[in-house]
């Protein structure tokens, strides 16, 4: 195996490691119902689920309550997802199959908390390979072995992508086939040939299968994909069947999405639930495209670059894009654009309990390539030591997330200090960042001290009262294995045994990596 492959393996089995030994053990939030829709394809054979929860569910503690109410009517009348997309339960399917079969062994401990157990692997491993996808990409641009490692180190550990591995987020699912045809696309331009062309028009189509707002990015990918096969000017001739080989398998993948949307929900323009044309309607109006665009970019609750700060390395990286990469540097331009100017004009509250700008996510891969193109061409000491200080701090930002559940911050701000959750967006002292340092802090000297470490709320002691109050219940430690242990104490050994077994694979795959990074000529 050469030296290429060798690296590709050992990405992929660091960040598999990593991100399943952090893994959070249940799955919720927005997720839920396509956990309630696998579970029906495994049991029901159907797409269609009961509306709530019934008294088998995991009784999860760790899981917030967003279990009621769940699903909107299908156009026969059953109760569907409202979330649209399907391949994500079809693939979820596969998830809770093994962990239906396994909870036959463990008849002491709830069945939907085994099978909720397993699916919560999903993202783990997805965000994992869209590490990996950021390095083959980068190899493609092409950057130095060096600097295609890097940028998978920065994404895969200074972003806010380690977090969203631990929820159940559409997200980067959706943001994987955007990757895989940018991946293919970029494979057509290096060797002509065209069932590359095949398999970026299916990725595509099956990131708008996933999650529906994948749409927006469609002119970019097909203005991106058109630019590649019109670049050199001998291969004109084969415009139309280069376009066909790209477009004709997105069409068919559309058109599938469509008849699901009739079939499912009665309407060919409707996504779970949303309609297209009430979205597209809002966007149109942008009442409040200023307070958008502060808060996705600025704001210290969802602010893009305070939750990824090695992104602002993209600014300088657009000075320094070579010729031969313009194609690839405006479309990773209009990725950003697309996606900050639909949310931005469609605002109405944000994502309240996701950690940093969540419907930015697939920007965050985009402006990643954009600051390579800094780290390529700055390979000197104050080159290195910027791009080493801004994703060490990255890092930081996002390190206690990785021990606890961050969506319960938002859960305290307004059951415990009785302020309403929308402030955490715009107040500083209430920055999901500072609560999930303090929530982290709290609970370690809880568990060394015994003492409970109060939240002090104190924006302006002149005109706004001191309030604190105990994070107490809001602040556990939040892994796949307290989960295990909390049902069965006596496989403790085991569970310890996997840990160090993880923690082994995650230190000598990281000792490999670098030792990559660090030879010379690559």
Known sequence: MNSQGSCVIAIAVFFVSLYSLFCIGHYGGDGYEDFLTAKSIVLNHSLAFKGSSDSSESNDIDELNYKKDAGIKGRDGRIYSSRGGIIIPIILSIFYFIGHIISGSFKSIPHDFITMFFVSFFNPIVSAMNCLLIF??????????????????????????????????????????????????????????????????????????????????????????????????????????????????????????????????????????????????????APHVLK??????????????????????????????????????????????????????????GSLFAWGPRYLYPSVAALVFLAGFFIENNRNLKGNLIAAVLSVTGFLIMAPCMFINQSKFYLFVKEKLNLPEYMINFIPDLSPILGAWKMFVSNLIFIARGIDAPFVYSPDQKFIPVTSASMAGYNNFDFWFTKILYYKPESAPAVYGIILALAAVVFISLVFIIREARKRGV
């Open 292 to 349: 958008g665009l502060y808060y996705y970019l600025f704001s210290t609750g969802k602010g893009l670059f305070l939750f990824n700060l090695p992104l602002i390395l993209s600014f300088a990286g657009l000075m320094s894009v070579p010729s031969k990469r313009r194609k690839e540097a405006a479309l990773f331009i209009l990725i950003f654009a697309c996606n900050l100017l639909f949310f931005s004009m469609s605002f109405r509250r």
């Open 136 to 285: 083959l990409i980068s190899s493609c641009l092409p950057f130095s072995r060096r600097t295609s490692i890097f940028l998978a180190l920065i994404y895969g550990l200074a972003t806010m992508v380690p977090v969203y591995a631990r929820t159940g987020f559409e997200e980067p699912a959706m943001t994987s086939f955007i990757l895989l045809a940018i991946y293919f696309i970029l494979r057509f331009k290096n060797t002509v040939k065209r069932k590359y062309l095949v398999m970026g028009g299916i990725a595509m189509g099956l990131a708008v299968f996933t999650k529906s707002t994948a749409i927006i990015f469609l002119p970019a990918i097909i203005f991106y994909a058109g630019w590649v096969m019109l670049s050199d000017l001998k291969k004109r001739s084969s415009f139309l069947k280069d376009a066909a080989m790209f477009l004709i398998p997105l069409l068919a993948v559309l058109v599938v999405i469509i008849g699901c949307n009739y079939f499912i929900y009665g309407k060919m323009l409707k996504f779970g639930g949303r309609e297209a044309l009430g979205v597209a309607g809002r966007v149109m109006e």
